[in-house]
């Protein structure tokens, strides 16, 4: 109650801040809006539906380009630690990839796939996969040899091994290297929305794209509001819980 | 052993050796050695690092196996892996992801035959015999050392093997905790009939818990010497008896490996 109560009051004091800044007309209104009109925007946008459309648009395109990067990097993570041939192979692809912030990967995207869907997924795609394919392979690579051992006294073998023994051991690095895709998806989706618009969907960069041309400030600054809600959210309620059972289970700080 | 009357030993290990590889050539690590164990013996192994007693109880459990010669269980050969050779690490070995219970269920899980509640009872009843049935939804970090090492006891013991393998299970835990835990292996291996194979390196545990205890000494890892150890049980580690024979075999030990 009283961690609540000192948040709120840290985050009312900040907008309070911002607002007394503002009204202290050291800066233009049109280069800094003040919260009372940023928050106009944001109420209009909400009760023209412009913002919630937008999110779902993004948000789709994100969830998406994530799912098929984990779904895709968590498999070839363990083939890359188990085989020395992958590793030495796709293992150094992925490392140098994953260098390479995403948006980067867009002008080739916009040629082989066109101003589509498609293109966006690509580079979301890219912006996931390498990183959830290290954290794994790391994972899996520092699985102390003795749960392998232990489980195969057992009776464990193959598949059920992968199962219930390898995936769950390296769950602590599988949960961060998601947790990294995430971010880099979420960024490289949002320079790609702001540097190429579609006509399949405006998302939330487009959003910030057309403040920017139309030098709307406030809808600038209200749009990034609500990504930084978002990524907070998705913090929450998509990693909070994992980390939270980690946490319980093997009595890991994260 | 040559009498064909008597029954087949339990475990016997035939004419085994077992060479490794590193980067300096090939290392003998036991050399060629024939051992056998009788049904519901207690027989420990001890030696100092290096002696290849590890490496034997690593054949017997099939997790590696000899360069030559083979290890029959019941007259047949180990090939490989097996839940009625249950191993205890030194390590515990646990699985953090699992609680306590969720640990002991896993070797369960692997056997035919048992239904949901059936698995649950089962593994109930031997995180009882270990003295943990308050703990059955606990974390694994949550644990102390000797509590860590009941739940790998338990989860050895719940698929019913006939042969334990234990690997220097009780080596880092205090004085205190492991007298407890001797007192706890003796009464269940007792009442349970098991057949143990008992790898340590501290003379005083196994002259406490062995029927027979077979000393190794290294370069390369071969057995040496036999004793058989007919103290009455249940056995006290601080017994003075049991001290006179440890002593014994604490100079034969040295006297192999000056």
Redesign the interface.
Known sequence: MKRLFIATAFFALLVLAWHLLVRAEIWSPVLLPGPAAVGEYLWASLLDGGLASSSWVTLKRLMIGYLIGCLAGLPLGMLTARSNTLNDTLGVLALGLQTLPSVCWVPLALIWFGQSESAMLFVVVMGTLWSVLISVDNGVRNLPPIYTRAARTMGSTGFHTLRHVILPASMPYVISGMKQGWAFAWRSLMAAEIYVTLLSGYGLGHLLHFGRELNAMEQVTGVMLVIVLIGLLADKILFSPWERFLHRRWGLNG | MNDPQAPPAKLLIDGVNKTFRNSRGEVLALDTTTLAVDEGEFVCLVGPSGCGKSTLLNLV???DTPTHGRVLMDGNPVT????E???M?Q?H?L?????VLGNVL??LK??PGLDAKERVDVAKYYLKLVGLERFLKA????LSGGMRQRVALA?ALA?NPRVLLMDEPFAALDAMTREQLYADLQKISAAQKKTVLFVTHNVREAVCLGDRVILFSPNPGRIREQFKVALPRPRDINDPALSVLAGEITRALKSHTA
């Open positions: 459990s099939g997790l490989g892996p097996g839940s050779r249950m191993v690490f390590e070995a699985f953090p992801w699992l609680d896993f070797g692997l056997k974390s694994i970090h949550e989860r698929p």
